[in-house]
């Protein structure tokens, strides 16, 4: 049996963390599936409780830049990002350092490492308490739909590990951006929280993931983020045996709908997504049908992670 845990028994979920076992916490995007970075077997751990193929990295959560400094080789973009979005939804694929404590498993591998300070103050004060890097991919079985609250986290993974501490429910719903600075040129491996309108302005031009001569991050090849039920994207019309995913002034004749954002906001609709998906995955639905979404803003992040569903279990 997993524990839940409530705020008042953080110290529990750090002292657990300590001995190397397993805590899922919520973070401003999604539930991770907390362990020691720097234990290795504390992060074969997390591979196994997810079915994780051991190729795709994690990400190691820190609470800030000097947290970062002596994990990976940061250098002047890093700090400029770092200092601009973090404590947020943004995580850096850098160069590990030379003596880089983190377990090499968590980098699958790589010369990288993928670093983010999270911004949810229960994640602050869990990494203070537990006084190590955290590993933390989202708190779901490979290939679900992340997690934006502690029941879905138990949901998936009750049994898997020790405990769950509760948050209540994700601010921002959407996983964070995933950019490469491990390059010259910087590259959007998974649009996120923090959109490349944002990152441009600091940066300029990003390359994509997709790009000849970006390199690609190793989660996007997976089959990622999929509901059992169909997806039918751009949805014009609906018929009365599917499920509509609303955004906007709603299609009528659905035979259930739910409303990512009826005020077409499109931060409201990132943080209803995930918890969306899966109330409206259930087999009476013989689809679920979802209106078109602005390409603009977090709507690139909500776009990329709906095709991916879309795709889902076809392979
Ligand atoms: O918002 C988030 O990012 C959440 C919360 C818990 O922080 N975490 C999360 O982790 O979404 P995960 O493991 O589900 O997704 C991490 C993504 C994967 O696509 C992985 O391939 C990529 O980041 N990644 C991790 N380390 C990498 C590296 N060294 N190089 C390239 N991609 C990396
Ligand atoms: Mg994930």
């Known amino acids: 049996m997993t524990e839940r845990l409530t ?12 001995d190397g076992a397993l805590v899922a916490f919520p973070t401003e995007t999604v539930y991770g599936l907390g362990g020691d970075a720097t234990s290795d077997r504390a992060v074969a751990a997390i591979f196994a409780a997810k079915d994780r193929p051991q190729f795709n990295p994690l990400i190691v959560h820190v609470e800030n830049l000097a947290a970062a400094e002596p994990l990976a080789v ?32 968590a980098s699958a591998g790589l010369d990288t490492l993928a670093l ?4 949810h103050p229960l994640a602050q004060t869990l990494l203070r308490a537990a006084g190590r890097p955290l590993a933390a991919p989202s708190a779901n079985r490979s290939g679900h739909v992340s997690p934006t609250t502690a029941d879905h986290v138990l ?23 995933v950019l490469d600075l491990s390059a010259e040129r910087p590259a959007l491996l998974r649009p996120g929280g923090v959109t490349r309108e944002q990152l441009e302005a600091a940066l300029g031009p990003l390359a994509d993931a997709g790009d000849a001569s970006a390199p690609r991050s190793p989660g996007m090849t997976e089959r990622h983020y999929a509901p059992a039920r169909p997806l039918r994207l751009a949805a014009t019309a609906v018929a009365d045996d599917e499920a ?8 009528r004749g659905a035979a259930a709908t739910i409303n990512l954002s009826p005020s077409r906001d499109l931060g409201e609709a990132a943080a209803n997504l995930f918890a969306a998906l899966r109330a ?10 979802v209106m078109p979404i602005p390409e603009t803003g977090l709507g690139a992040a909500i776009n990329d992670r709906l095709r991916r569903a879309a795709r889902g279990r076809a392979n």
């Open 116 to 119: 983010r300070a999270p911004a």
């Open 244 to 251: 509509l995913l609303a955004f906007g002034p709603p299609l």
């Open 7 to 18: 705020a008042a028994q953080l110290d529990r979920a750090a002292s657990l963390l300590r």
């Open 155 to 177: 949901a998936e993974l009750d049994g898997r590990i020790a405990a769950v501490l509760d948050g209540g429910p994700c601010r921002v719903g959407i996983e964070s951006t």
């Open 74 to 105: 940061c250098d002047e973009r890093a700090r400029t990002l770092a200092r601009r979005f973090w404590p947020g939804p943004l995580s850096l694929v850098l160069k590990r350092s030379e003596h880089c404590p983190v377990s090499s498993l």
């Open 280 to 289: 409206l995955d259930q087999p009476r639905f013989k689809a679920i049908a």
